[in-house]
């Protein structure tokens, strides 16, 4: 381990050797502000990085045009991942695309509104934390108030396209799987892939109905980055491939057709979730946010709620 002191408050750690190509710096703020955290960064090349925030993963385009974030930052995360991208590129330019998470939760524009940054989300996801309406908007929420953080200011339909740093990017709205604000981050010369709470890398998916969420739709997105050539980038954990999207997704199908078939026998949800329909993944998928029953609840009521297709 090698420690390098940049600077009074900053701390970063290089973990040495590389990781699957891929170089891994633990940053740490060392200030005695309310908000600290530890980001994790991915090196994909010089002008692609992945920050590992608490909230979620974040995918950086960063070089001469300045720097494109796309995902889900914490707020506390915004100081730290602001200074590595000052060191990287000389334009004060900065682009965020927020993707959607359940509002409980939600961060809002993660504070880069004040910094100056385009900061961008879907209308729908918007909407749901009070923005993009007609006329004056509502106060901020007292979460959003005591984070010191804003709603984005911005809001697209379908397509978000950019050309920087020497790639083309394009944020594409998609059906409705996680909610209804889901879309694909697609950094073409990269050939890499973001697609948020879709492809969760930290266990079993969340299917909300409350957003719009549908079980077709997700498998869906999933369908189209099953290819192995793909490097994908998950909402929390590490970068994968398109395999590991296939495994994903196979599994969710496997579980989904199980349930459909106890229904189809006449069986209860209580008798479908004693049988435990995702037994043979649990290891693997287990161990996320989403407990396996809640999962299977989520399955068996997208097969007989009315507002399920």
Known sequence: MILLQTCPRLRMFILIPLVFGQLFIGLMACSTTRAQETVGVTEINPQLLVFATTTGNVVASVGPDGALLVGIPSAASTPQISSILASRTKS???????FPQDIAHSEGDAGWGRRGA???MHENALQRIGGNVMGAPPPLSQRFTDLGVDRP???????????????SIHVVHQKPGYSNADAVAHFHAAKLIYLGEVFPGDGYPVIDPAQGGTLDGLVSTLDGWTDSSFRIVPARGEVTNGASVKSFRDMIVTVRDRVKQMIGQGRTENQILAEHPTSSFDARWGHGRVPPDQFVHKIYTAFTSDKSK
């Open 92 to 98: 004060a330019v900065r682009h965020v695309v927020i």
């Open 118 to 120: 385009f900061v961008a």
């Open 153 to 167: 200011r911005i809001a697209f339909s379908e397509v978000l396209a950019f050309d920087l740093n020497g790639d």
